[in-house]
């Protein structure tokens, strides 16, 4: 095998031990054949996998991602800020449909959670922390033991850690909560959770970041390539070719008068090359299409979060931003990613506020379907409605009530116009039969007056 062979394997195949007795005589000893091989594979004796080296994330990766990287941190404060824009509710169905009940105190605890924490804070956590890390907590306070709920909180999911349940009833036994000082185990009953169970072990759960740790590693790690280049490469910016080599103190005066003065750190020194000899700066990395990789990165990162390019302002999504997609990209986004949210954040409400608390009749709910995302145009609803009610299918009072008006109130009002209806019809049919009895030599009296003292109509009047 040739030379020129051997280096495209190093190129083409994945890197294995190398071992430089094994070199042909010409390449072992020569100056820079080493650093080549060890460039290539890291000075390592084998190829690392991406697993081996970034591992697999934690919810304290997450929280930090959402620190630092700007498309994970749009991506979940787009969700956090939209979670309170649907009405939130406690009722029950009934065969009227969903019967709102007008107030309740834990509506208001969660409008007031504790004196410092302002509105919706518990929703955007809970929301939150389930979609980036799989997991959102919310601790519960109580003003005596077993009591009432009397204060919220919310935890960072990395401060929590599960207690596994041996006996076979139940997923846990509580919380290990760190970031105290004793590291105190809460009771399950004590926590608010809404949770991405995984489907391989539903005790576990798993949010978007662990979907997009790769691209989110990768993004970071082009990112660092950047900077660390910028800062650490001394790129000449003019190189200077003489006939012969120069003195130091011929550089010196030279660069005074050639310096490029643009540029920081290293970057823009004058280099001199004199002779045959030749400098060049190996960037292994400079044919990579790094808008295309960055890109690639942000677009997966979007997928996992179920987010649209465009509602985060993202440069993919804006570069091909229409006014036509972009209202298709919002109702998607409404429809599609926050619908399930909302859904799964009632029923966590639901099950932790209500009958971990032994209600058992009420339930949250969010009021999403009033949202003009989710309207259905006025007309064509208006006429399906009235088809299905003209064919048997609804009673009036649900026509009423899917249209959005009260229908005990409404259905009032129409019986009263029906009455009201029915008086003045009876008139009319009065009034009618007057007018019949009334006619006196085909002349219509209309005011109902005696006219049988009228007598015939003149000579004058037929001209």
């Not at 939130?88 to 019967?99: A, N």
């Amino acid at each position: 095998m040739s030379i020129l062979s051997k280096i495209a394997n190093l190129f083409f195949t994945q890197p294995a031990a190398v071992d430089s007795k094994a070199l042909p005589s010409e390449m072992y000893g020569t100056p820079g054949w080493e650093a080549m091989l060890g460039m290539l594979t890291g000075g390592k004796a084998q190829w690392d996998t991406a697993n081996a080296i970034w591992g697999t994330p934690t919810a304290a990766d997450a929280e930090k991602a959402f620190e630092t990287h700007p498309i994970i941190t749009a991506c979940t404060n787009k969700i956090m800020d939209t979670v309170g824009e649907a009405r939130l509710e406690i009722g029950r169905d009934t065969l009227d449909g969903w019967q709102a009940t007008k107030s309740h105190p834990y509506l208001d605890l969660l409008h007031t959670p504790m004196e410092f924490i302002p509105d919706n804070t518990i929703l955007q956590a809970l929301a939150g922390n389930a979609v980036l890390t799989g997991a959102g907590y919310v601790r519960k306070f109580r003003s005596i033991a077993g009591g009432n709920i009397a204060g919220l909180a919310p935890i960072p999911t990395s401060w929590v850690t599960t207690i596994p349940d041996r006996s076979g009833k139940g997923y846990w036994l509580g919380y290990r909560l760190y970031g105290t000082s004793s590291n105190m185990v809460v009771p399950v009953k004590d926590f608010i959770v809404n949770r991405y169970p995984k489907p391989g072990n539903p005790a576990e759960s798993s949010g978007a970041f662990h979907a997009a740790y790769r691209s989110y590693m990768l993004d970071t790690h082009r990112e660092n390539y950047q900077i660390e280049s910028l800062v650490n490469l001394k790129v000449p910016g003019v190189v200077v070719q003489t006939e012969r080599p120069l003195q130091k103190k011929e550089k010196e005066e030279a660069r005074r008068e050639f310096r490029d003065k643009f540029g920081g750190g290293n970057r823009g020194d004058v280099a001199f090359v004199s002779g045959k000899g030749e400098i060049k700066a190996l960037n292994p990395l400079a044919d990579l299409d790094w808008p295309g990789l960055t890109g690639l990165s942000e677009l997966r990162i979007c997928n996992a979060f179920g987010m649209s390019p465009i509602i985060i302002h993202e440069r993919e999504g804006l570069a091909r931003a229409t006014y036509s997609n972009i209202e298709v990209a919002y109702n998607a986004f409404y429809r599609s990613t926050m619908r399930p949210i909302w859904t799964k954040l009632a029923n966590a409400l639901t099950l932790c506020m209500l009958r971990q608390e032994g209600e058992t009749r009420l339930s949250f709910r969010f009021r999403f379907d009033e949202m003009p995302a989710f309207q259905e145009d006025l007309t064509k609803k208006t006429d399906r409605l009235l088809k299905m009610y003209r064919e048997g299918l609804i009673p009036r009072r649900k026509v009423i009530t899917e249209l959005g008006y009260d229908a005990d109130k409404m259905l009032a009002e129409l019986e009263y116009d029906d009455a009201v209806n029915a008086i003045l019809v009876e008139r009319a049919r009065k009034m009618m039969q007057t007018q019949n009895s009334s006619e006196v030599n085909g002349v219509t009296n209309t005011t109902g007056a005696d006219t049988s003292k009228l007598g015939k109509p003149s000579d004058a009047s037929k001209t």
